[in-house]
């Protein structure tokens, strides 16, 4: 008399694993064709800039490609909110790619949160990405953990340990 209920729970049990992964794989192939049709030109007010659907700051316009094509106004930098040993206030220019950290790197912490080699910014293609090298306290842009490279709009703010930092452009 258990053998039978055994068998139906086992083959419910496998309805129920198969059902999930099918509806993760569906999930998976919407959100990545959703990723691909998400360009789109910006109308209205929004001054030709692109939008990218699924950016790790989707509420942020990414940015401007006509700003790297040479008309000179793209002047990326880090400015320093509050960090110990950085006067609030100084830019930092990022038009190479940046290493921030404890150690010998281009943009030294004196934050003992902060690792050695702790995050990057670098140029991708049009965009500035900023990247978290494995740190151990992690790295946050908006309040939110980096936990791969994500690409950096203007205004966003950027936390390792203590220290803080906004992005402008």
């Known amino acids: 008399m258990l053998q039978p209920v055994s068998v139906g729970l086992k083959l419910g049990f496998l309805i129920i694993l198969y059902l999930f992964l099918i509806w993760v794989a569906a999930s998976t192939l919407f ?25 790790a700051t989707s509420i942020h316009e990414t940015v401007d490609p006509t700003a790297l094509l040479g008309d000179g ?3 990326p930098r880090l400015v320093v909110e509050h960090a110990t040993g950085h006067e609030p206030g100084v830019a930092y220019d990022l ?17 003992p949160f902060a690792s050695t080699r702790h995050a990057t910014i670098t140029r ?13 306290n ?32």
Do not use: C, W
């Open 31 to 55: 959100d990545l064709r959703r990723g691909v049709r998400g360009v789109r030109g910006g109308g209205g007010g929004g001054g030709g800039r692109t939008v990218v659907a699924g950016e």
């Open 73 to 75: 106004n793209f002047e």
């Open 95 to 111: 038009m190479e790619p940046v290493t921030l950290g404890r150690g010998d790197v281009e943009l030294k912490l004196e934050d």
């Open 124 to 136: 991708q293609g049009r965009t500035l990405v900023l990247a978290d090298l494995g740190s151990t």
């Open 138 to 169: 992690g790295t946050y842009l908006n309040g939110e953990p980096v936990t791969g490279p994500q690409p950096l709009h203007d205004g966003d703010r950027i936390r390792i340990g203590d220290s803080e930092f906004t992005y402008l452009q």
